[in-house]
């Protein structure tokens, strides 16, 4: 299948710039993947989608202020986006202007010094210690908003609340699990009240999420590999749960990959790991009934699960209702129910 088939054009003045004034005021498009039928509400309303005895699972991941500006020895200026920990003070990054070489570019953040350099085909900045490295991304750490966003004070205050759920507790993601955004705590709590069980799973989201699609086909693509942890008593729940039939809702795409890589396997594969799993139209679910998502850049992957999901002609249609309705996209827009 061709990824230029999951292009669409969206004007610029639909990207959301910043969160909505209240979290679960944003605007839901409900689509009946049955009926074709589509309706247009506010996330406040979204606990009229939900069944009794249905199972909500929430991605738990916390961002961490992975985004530092460095100075290198001839005054420029970096802006480096750390990726994923290799141990001690190191951490795999992504970095613009740095060519290929043998020798490591001394830099400075603040009062303390790194190093850059290339090991292999990753970029690396060397701290002096773990600790050293918490220590500077906690003074100087900026939340790794998508480059989409582009304001004043994009990194400001606003951002290290907004730019994470109300229920985020496992640091490590470098981009965040946006569909979980709208929730407040009382709207979680009105969903636990109608006899919905909630449970918490961790998906740390890396580059394998964000990263666009730059093959001519999907089965050419390769996700990233990205750290996934379900506990024991959860798996256990959610296995007895889809035993019994009771209704998975999804939340983010980041929780289906979860969901669908631990339950591949009847709910017998390893509770936590690595993921590669990129799904695309054809996939055959097993663990996801219903799904709570945002609107997703053109050849994404979130995008690409999405249209597997609801169909591509679902997909297409609901699209169109969104931007011709003036919803708000990508991390800090609106949301749908899919079920």
């Known amino acids: 299948m061709r990824v230029d088939e999951f292009d669409y054009d969206l004007p610029r003045d639909m990207i959301a710039q910043h969160p909505s004034g209240d979290r679960s005021r944003s605007r839901l498009l409900a689509c009946d993947r049955a009926t074709g039928r589509i309706e247009h509400r506010h996330f406040s309303d979204i606990a009229a989608y939900f069944r009794e005895d249905d199972v909500l699972v929430l991605n738990d991941s916390k961002v961490f202020p992975a985004r530092l500006n460095v100075r290198k020895a ?14 001690n003070g190191s951490w795999e990054c992504l970095a613009r202007g ?26 690396v900045i060397s ?6 490295a918490d220590e500077i991304m906690r003074k100087f750490g900026k939340m790794p908003l998508p480059p989409y966003i582009k304001r004043n004070g994009a990194n400001g205050t606003e951002d290290f609340d907004r730019y994470q759920t109300v229920y985020a507790e496992n640091s490590g993601s470098i981009a ?22 909630i449970v918490k799973i961790t998906l740390h989201i890396g580059i394998g999420t964000f990263s666009l699609i730059h ?9 990233h590999g990205e750290q996934y942890e379900l506990d024991e008593a959860s798996r256990v729940f959610l296995k007895d749960a889809r035993g019994s039939g ?9 929780s289906v990959r979860t969901l669908e890589t631990v339950f591949q396997a009847n709910g017998n594969a390893l509770p936590q ?9 054809g996939y055959k679910f097993s663990a996801v009934d219903a799904l709570i998502t945002n609107f997703h850049l053109p050849r994404s992957t979130p995008l690409m699960l999405v249209a597997s999901f609801m169909g591509t002609d679902g997909l297409r249609k609901a699209y169109e209702e969104a931007i011709s309705g003036g919803y708000r996209f990508y991390s800090y827009g609106d949301a749908m129910f899919i079920s």
Not at 127 to 132: C, I, L, P, V
Not at 215 to 223: A, V
Not at 246 to 254: P, Q
């Open 74 to 87: 001839t005054g420029g200026h970096l802006d480096i986006l750390l990726v994923k920990h290799l141990g």
């Open 98 to 123: 740095i060519g290929k070489g043998k020798t490591a570019i001394p830099v400075t953040i603040g009062e303390y010094s790194a190093s850059l350099e290339w090991q292999n085909d990753l970029m």
């Open 127 to 132: 701290f002096a210690s773990a600790a050293q």
């Open 176 to 197: 965040a699990p946006t569909a979980g955004f709208h929730f407040s705590d009382q709207l979680l709590g009105d969903i636990r009240s109608l006899g919905v069980d």
């Open 215 to 223: 093959t001519e086909t999907l089965e050419e693509h390769r996700m």
């Open 246 to 254: 009771r209704r998975i809702v999804a939340c983010g795409t980041s």
């Open 273 to 281: 790991g690595q993921t590669e799993l990129f799904i695309y139209p």
